[in-house]
């Protein structure tokens, strides 16, 4: 069963903001990402291609 997010189409705040830069710039998956910020990964990945932070990728 697939998690759910209760914080559905909230605003992105700066504090986030500045937690996702850290967190993609060590590397993590998007999948951990997503846990740590209680966000979607759709949310973060979205977030994080218009500021330009790459996320990495699992191979």
Do not use: C, N, V
């Not at 060590?26 to 910020?37: E, F, N, V």
Request: glycine share 6%; net charge positive; charged share 40%.
């Amino acid at each position: 069963m697939a998690e759910r997010f209760e914080r559905h189409r909230q605003p992105w705040t700066y504090e986030e903001l500045e937690k996702l830069k850290p967190l993609a710039k060590k590397g993590m998956a998007l999948r951990a990402i997503s846990k740590t910020m209680t966000r979607s990964e759709e949310s973060i990945k979205h977030r994080a291609k218009l500021d330009g932070i790459g996320i990495a990728k699992l191979r």
